[in-house]
């Protein structure tokens, strides 16, 4: 790649691209420049930025023979995987930041990065500002890893700490997280706890070497979150947080979920807060180290790409270490442990089929069991508990 100066073929002018845009300005000796510009609707745009040049047709910007390296930054997950693919095939590298394309398609795309001898670099994927996969890549590499867990979404970790710190109710909370661009456009995907699945199959394929397809993993967000569920953890103690959890069991099986938990004061993440998020890896020998940075927003997302075109011009690109290994821990969802479950009938208690029950309370609408649930369960009837509106959070013993 020509190390003197990055031409970018830009796909995306939404929060993050523009993001880059300014940042480009700011720190104008980075040598890189958009050459090209790639949305889906023109408008205003060149008026508002002339100094860009913008264009609705794809080809365009990967024929255009200054455009060294593409930047792919849309919120269509297919039309991105489309970009990513033609990009590779012409051994233009790319930096991207969708997400939901890389859980989706990470397997395949490891393989044509390989067969094309082209980097593809998403660091801004996961956790927008902290370098969590190069981290996990280049200095975790030769550890026993054990888990990484954390909050992996801003926009819900944002509403819950004004719900929690600031008394905010949920309309409130959510209409701010809007109005500060923390949300995806469709925010189900920050609610329930989609955003955090994707993040977190990213991850663990850089933590443990392997790939788990997001429709196997239990995945439940905060959308049925009542102030009930509030005063319960409050009189405990503790805060709701929505934490991507990955770990390694003793046996050698590896576990994951998204659920939102009831943390407790002694935990690192109890005191991350607004958009920020947060992830704690844990190995055998070091223990546990905790990652915090923005998760959310232009800005810090911006940086984070800026930051891969930067490493794509020292040819720096995931070597997928622990892929190669030959000891890779096996998925389950086998497995129990405590949960706090707020329902309404008798009936959607034998559905979830609790192992025990330590704590149960009923008191006029407001019905909720403390006790043990098999996960493998939840994720077969994780539709079921969201018709029924029911609330779920683990609930650890520390
Ligand atoms: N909506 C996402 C979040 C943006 O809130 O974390 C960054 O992925």
Redesign the pocket.
């Given at each position: 790649m020509n190390k003197h100066k990055i031409k970018i073929g830009l796909f995306g002018f939404g929060n993050v691209g523009r993001g880059l845009h300014e940042l480009l300005q700011n720190v104008p000796e980075t040598n890189v420049e958009i050459a090209a510009v790639c949305v889906r609707n023109i408008g205003t745009r060149p008026a508002d930025y002339p100094e860009l040049k913008f264009t609705t047709s794809a080809k365009e910007v990967f024929d255009d023979p200054e455009v060294n390296l593409i930047v792919e930054l849309i919120d269509d997950a297919e039309a991105a995987y489309d970009i990513v693919v033609t990009a590779l095939r012409r051994q233009l590298p790319v930096v991207t930041?969708n997400?939901k394309m890389l859980a989706r398609h990470l397997p395949e795309l490891i393989l044509l990065q390989k067969e094309m001898n082209t980097a593809l670099l998403y660091d801004a994927?996961a956790c927008?500002s902290i370098p969590v996969i190069r981290n996990l890549e280049e200095y975790y590499d030769n550890e026993l890893q054990i888990s990484v867990k954390g909050i992996?979404?801003?926009?819900?970790?944002?509403i819950l700490s004004k719900i929690f710190n600031d008394g905010m109710d949920h309309q409130e909370a959510l209409r701010l997280?809007r109005e500060k661009g923390?949300?995806?456009s469709d925010p189900t995907?920050?609610l329930d706890g989609w955003?955090s699945l994707f993040?977190l199959v990213i991850l663990t394929l850089h933590a443990f070497g392997v790939y788990v397809e997001p429709e196997k993993i239990f995945t439940y967000g905060i959308t049925y979150m009542t102030d009930a569920d509030i005063r319960f953890a409050l009189e405990k103690g503790r805060r709701v947080k929505l934490i991507g959890h990955a770990e390694k069991t003793r046996d050698g099986r590896l576990v994951l979920a998204v659920i939102p938990q009831l943390i407790s004061k002694n935990k690192f993440i109890y005191s991350c807060e607004d958009?920020f998020?947060g992830v704690v890896i844990k190995g055998l020998f070091y223990g546990k180290q905790f990652l915090v940075g923005r998760?959310?927003?232009g800005h810090p997302?911006s940086s984070a790409v800026l930051s891969d075109i930067s490493a794509i011009r020292y040819d720096y690109f995931y070597r997928y270490k622990r892929m190669k290994s030959g000891d890779l821990p096996h998925f389950t969802n086998d497995i129990s442990f405590r949960a706090y479950v707020r329902y309404h009938d008798d009936s959607e208690l034998d559905m979830i089929g609790f192992e025990d029950i330590s704590e149960r309370y009923i008191s006029g609408d407001t019905r909720y069991v403390v006790g043990r649930v098999n996960l493998r369960r939840l994720h077969e009837i994780r539709s079921y508990l969201a018709e029924r509106k029911i609330f779920i959070a683990a609930y650890p013993e520390d």
């Open positions: 930041g997400k994927s927008g992996l979404n801003g926009s819900s970790n944002f997280a923390f949300l995806e995907l920050d955003d993040k958009e998020n998760g959310a927003g997302t």
